[in-house]
């Protein structure tokens, strides 16, 4: 089974720093996602990267791709009190998720 | 934009009962799968369904587990007696037939969950 391991787990940050969530897999895939997911809500697609060295930006988040290194990164720019939430990795066909990594930006 | 129904949103139910979770999917997605989350834990894969037969199942996909296509929108998940242990977040998702379509829409669309408590 392919593991998918996110780092770290807990995260809590002051709004407008910046900071970087891994998320490492253990066999070549060809696919990675990020999710992100609010208390008690369903999971919300954030990026699909499909190539190595792909590069994926939406406003304060963007996504990266090394299939080589099995690593993917979510890089989070001068953070806001919104971004709060889980985010979630997840690789290959079957979507395994990494453990996620709880966000908490404080004002 | 299409969405991923499921239904009910909360599920009580006693422990050696059965209960049946329902999704509707996109209407032209052609996969569908269930995950399960428990509290404060990580998504896990359960099943993939694709052309009225199962596709893959992990470990956690045991014979208390079923899934059926009993027509041509809805996809349901059956746990045949509840253990204390299912409590948990049942998410429905869909997908197109592989590289269809947008390019970028290569991934999933999640359904709102299902929380069910088993007591």
């Keep these: ?107 | 934009e299409p969405e991923v129904t499921q239904t009910p949103s909360h599920q009580v139910t006693q422990m050696g009962q059965e209960v049946i979770l329902r999704c509707v999917p996109i209407s032209n997605h052609l996969y569908f799968y269930w995950y399960r989350q428990i509290l404060g834990q990580k998504v896990e894969f359960l099943v993939s369904f694709y052309n009225n037969e199962i596709s893959e199942k992990s470990e956690i996909f045991d014979d208390q587990f079923s899934v059926e296509r009993p027509d041509g929108s809805n996809f349901t998940l059956k746990i045949r007696s509840t253990k204390l242990e299912d409590s948990a977040m049942y998410f429905c998702a869909s997908s197109e037939l592989e590289f269809a379509g947008d390019p970028s829409n290569y991934g999933y669309t999640f359904g709102s969950g299902t929380r069910l408590t088993v007591v």
């Design chain 1, 1 to 107: 089974e392919l593991k998918v391991e996110q780092n770290p787990l807990f995260l809590s940050m002051q709004e407008g720093k910046n900071y970087t969530i891994y998320c490492n897999y253990s066999t070549t895939s060809d696919r990675l996602y990020w999710y992100r997911q609010d208390p008690g809500k369903s999971l919300e697609s954030l990026f699909v990267l499909l190539s190595n060295g792909a590069v994926k930006q939406e406003g304060r988040l963007m996504a990266s791709l090394d299939t080589k290194a099995r690593l993917s990164t979510l890089h989070i720019t001068a953070a806001v009190h919104d971004l709060s939430a889980t985010y979630f990795c997840a690789v290959g066909v079957q979507f395994y998720f990494g453990t996620g990594t709880s966000l908490t930006v404080i004002p």
